[in-house]
């Protein structure tokens, strides 16, 4: 498995593919064009750092990572990194290609000298939790948040430094 910068010619892929580990969570949801968001992998790679897991020369999975200044940040803090849509295709799923991109964005912030990382997810995403609980991350409930009716987020923080726990 390669993790790389996306390109351009990686977007519809990452589109679909983020839209497709998504899709279950969303079927029960009010229509908030969150789908289109998902597809809509342009902007993600203009205004934050979009990272791809491929394998075999497909793109299996997909990361945004946030650093500070982009307009992509939910809910990170001052010295904080955030990632977002982290999605990995279904078929794909439980092949080592969610945790090396977790994997590969604690170490972006790291080298980036964040005090933290920090996610929100979907309150249903269990296995997505699953995963960053066995990275480290811990629930940061006071950061939980709607961004609209129906939808429910859970927040996560994994500390990077003694200072701040």
């Not at 793109?59 to 945004?64: D, E, L, M, N």
């Not at 803090?77 to 990995?88: D, I, S, T």
């Not at 092949?95 to 920090?118: C, H, I, P, S, Y």
Request: glycine fraction near 10%; charge should be negative.
């Amino acid at each position: 498995m390669q993790l790389r910068r996306a390109t351009p010619e990686d977007h519809d892929a990452v589109g679909r593919v983020t839209v497709a580990a998504y899709e279950p969570f969303l079927r029960e949801k009010p229509d908030n064009g969150y789908a289109a968001e998902l597809a809509d992998t342009a902007p993600r790679d203009r205004d934050a750092e979009l990272w791809v897991a491929e394998d075999a020369g497909r793109v299996v999975g997909s990361v945004t990572i946030c650093l500070d200044g982009s307009p992509w940040r939910e809910l990170a803090r001052p010295g904080e990194g955030e990632f977002r849509m982290l999605a990995v295709d279904p078929q794909a799923q439980g092949r080592g290609a969610g945790r090396a991109l977790l994997d590969l964005t604690v170490g972006r912030f790291r080298e980036a000298g964040a005090t933290a990382v920090v996610l929100c997810s979907m309150k249903e995403m269990t296995g997505a939790h699953r995963l960053y609980e066995r990275a480290g991350f811990v629930r940061d409930p006071e950061r939980d948040w709607s961004p609209s009716p129906g939808i429910e987020l859970v927040a996560f923080r994994l500390p990077l430094t003694e200072e701040n726990p």
